[in-house]
């Protein structure tokens, strides 16, 4: 072994470069004379752990700023005369429509941390007064009372000036999160620490404790991908171990901001969205069919069945409410589906996996780094930037005008028939159906189908613009209209 550079963190050995010996001749006794007769092999490697697996380093991939500012974690209350039970919150208002106690709805919400994820709910509700004025609080008598009796004593002895003069406020309110989440009907959570890493929907209403980690998206194709046993795999090697269970944490720093969504299809993420809103749907009506069944609990019996463990009696009778047969297909539907959208093959080791999403990373990385954004959510995370043409490895946008395409053979590699489609538009102008495009090249009609594709791949690029004019679609290019405009 060559490079050898030692850690304590972690208990990992970084070493850049093993040798194997693949040949050695025998009949050569002494030491001095075998070391010139062996023959090594070299190869790189990522890093040594202390039970001397090998595997990729994610620790050196960058955040992407495709991923940025949807990730952070829930409130911190700082008190906890914030948190009402049910009966107490039915008694300052909550529910009612009309009278004087209607007007506390606005205050009172609903509330959850790790425990009421993973487990049994408690069902509570928060006081929170997000960044009202102690004047503008104090119109919501009740809450307010509340407050002002059980957080302002605890709060007037606290060192920080700030949660003292703004007792009424959470200790750390995250506007950040607010922000991100106020335009949302759901987002994605999951728990810091947890046996197992589940992500699931809550309702936007719902305010997050501090040990969630929200992620500010509601289509349930990241909710698919996040799910997946590839995300997973990266979010545990990523993340680091807690606790008296080792259990794996979720940095969002690093398991949500490096990682490298796939390149998908229209058709692949449909797919995936498909069954990530199946997967959350099920999971929440077994909960709600039979509210004794948690989430660990599924999970613990998917783990048991995944090892081909036998079921014990209790087993198969907690199986026959939380339906962890069906749930375990979803997620192997779920698997293949996310293996297809990355064009990997779902028998890849785990080394093999890591390693092509470190270098897909990279890849992102130095897109980034010309300009390539692949924003997750550009409405929120780039609003007033102009989406520029994503150039995809092998279409590289010229200045200088191309003639139209005529009657020329259809391309047969997929970025070959991307470019020609983009340059069609581009020099051509005007909007442009998949029926008038296809008539540009010979035996087009044959190729409808893969024109209908490669446009709607432009234009999630930010390439080309759609307009559908009753039951037909028409495109064009996209910088050509801003110009008209």
Known sequence: MTSVEASNLGNVIQLATLGIVIAEEEDILAPEESSDKTQLQWKKIGKIFSDLRSGADVSVSASLQANSELASTGIQFLGNGFILNRKEALEMGLGQTAGVLAINNNVIKEYRNGKDLMGKSRDVFVIDFDDFSEEKASQYLEPFQRVLETVKPEREVHRDKQRRDKWWRFGRSNRKMRTSIENLDRYIATTQTSK?????????????????????????????????????????????????????????????????????????????????????????????????????????????????????????????????????????????????????????????????????????????????????????????????????????????????????????????????????????????????????????????????????????????????????????????SAQAA
Not at 228 to 235: F, G, K, L, Q
Not at 289 to 318: C, W
Not at 425 to 446: C, M, N, P, Y
């Open 196 to 480: 197992h890493r589940i992500f699931q929907f809550l309702a936007s209403r719902i305010v997050p404790d501090q040990k969630l980690v929200v992620i500010a998206l509601n289509d349930p194709y990241f909710l698919g991908i996040l799910s997946s046993s590839i995300h997973v795999m990266w979010a545990t090697e990523a993340g680091g171990w807690l606790g008296v269970g080792n259990d794996p944490v979720y940095n969002h720093s690093r398991c949500f901001d490096p990682f490298p969504f796939p390149d998908r299809t229209p058709e692949q993420e449909q797919k995936i969205r498909g069954l990530g809103e199946r997967l959350d749907a099920h999971r929440k009506r077994v909960q709600a069919q039979h509210p004794e069944v948690t989430i660990t609990g599924m999970y613990n019996l998917l783990e048991k069945l995944r090892k081909g463990e036998a079921f014990s009696e209790s087993d198969r009778a907690y199986n026959d409410k939380a339906l962890v047969s069906t749930l375990k297909q979803i997620h192997d539907e779920l698997d293949v589906a996310v293996f297809e959208a990355y064009g990997w093959q779902p028998d890849l080791s785990d080394e093999e996996i890591l390693e092509r999403l470190v270098k897909l990373n990279a890849e992102r990385a130095e897109e980034e780094r010309n300009g390539i954004i692949r924003w997750l959510r550009p409405e929120y995370q780039a609003p007033n930037e102009v989406r520029t043409q994503q150039v995809l490895e092998g279409i590289v946008a010229e200045e200088t005008v191309i003639a139209p395409v005529e009657q020329k053979p259809f391309p047969k590699q997929p970025k070959e028939q991307l470019a020609a489609i983009r340059d069609l538009l581009r020099t051509s102008g005007g909007e442009w159906t998949v029926l008038q495009i296809a008539a540009q090249f010979k035996g087009g009609g044959r190729y409808k189908g893969a024109i209908a594709e490669n446009l709607e791949r432009l234009e999630w690029f930010g390439v080309l613009l759609c307009r559908e004019d009753g039951h037909t679609k028409r495109w064009q290019f996209a910088d050509s």
